[in-house]
């Protein structure tokens, strides 16, 4: 069995709690912030910019929910799998590179499908219950992806502290760097770059997305590296 095909066999295990992750959370902060000002806008392209342009007073309660989700879904893709046979039978072949690599591309896949999930609640928490008129804005792609490449940044750190610490630490550092994301957006704080309204310029946008890229890129080696010479990931 290849590695890509073996997590998601043993993916597919936990699919109804990566569902009810992936529904439940966006949905939670749209009825959560259903009386804000983003859900009072006429034009779906407006409810977009107010709820993903950037952290305001107004929306952190749907941030801080949907961070909360993203590190709930990362337990249960990513949770440790060394109670299964094919598992460990790939650690006895010492083939813990390709898999680790598997599973970081499951994690990214699944980063992609929640992001998507956040957008289509929102957008039809607009359409159906806010009533909303539909408008699309080519923003909105630049949103999508400046929040999927920076949850996964935050994703891969995770993964990184998981295989050098273990999940606690993991788990109180990046905690710790969404609430502060949400209360104090500022160019220092990591999730301050996946916002187009904050991140004025474009070519400060562009710079950080490919600095998150490389970031990204470096903890995935690292965390190879780590697994390498352990027996658990």
């Not at 902060?29 to 709820?51: I, K, N, P, V, Y």
């Not at 309204?197 to 998150?212: C, G, M, N």
């Amino acid at each position: 069995m290849k590695p890509m095909d073996l997590e998601f066999t043993l993916i597919k295990i936990d699919a109804k709690r990566i569902f009810i992750t992936c529904l439940l959370f966006p949905l939670l902060g749209a009825m959560m912030s259903s009386r804000s000002e983003a859900f009072s806008s006429q034009r779906l392209s407006e409810l977009f910019a107010r709820l993903f342009g950037a952290v305001t007073f107004s929306n952190w309660m749907y941030w801080l929910m949907i961070c909360f989700g993203y590190i709930v879904l990362l337990q249960i893709v990513w949770k440790k799998r060394d109670k299964y046979f094919e598992h460990k039978l790939f650690l006895v072949l010492r083939d813990a590179t390709s898999y680790t690599m598997a599973r970081l591309l499951a994690g990214a896949l699944f980063t992609l499908g929640y992001v998507l999930s956040v957008f289509l609640i929102a957008g039809g928490f607009g359409l159906f219950v806010a009533h909303m008129s539909f408008s699309f804005d080519r923003s909105l792609v630049l949103m999508f992806i400046g929040i999927a490449v920076n949850l996964y940044w935050h994703a891969g750190l995770w993964m990184l502290l998981n295989v050098y610490a273990n999940h606690h630490v993991a788990n109180a550092v990046i905690l710790a760097l969404f609430f502060v994301g949400v209360k104090m957006p500022m160019p220092f704080v990591p999730l301050y770059y996946s916002m187009v309204d904050l991140v004025r310029s474009s070519s400060i946008w562009w710079s950080a997305l490919i600095v998150e890229l490389l970031s990204i890129i470096a903890f995935g080696y690292w965390t190879i590296k780590r697994v390498k010479n352990a027996d658990y990931i």
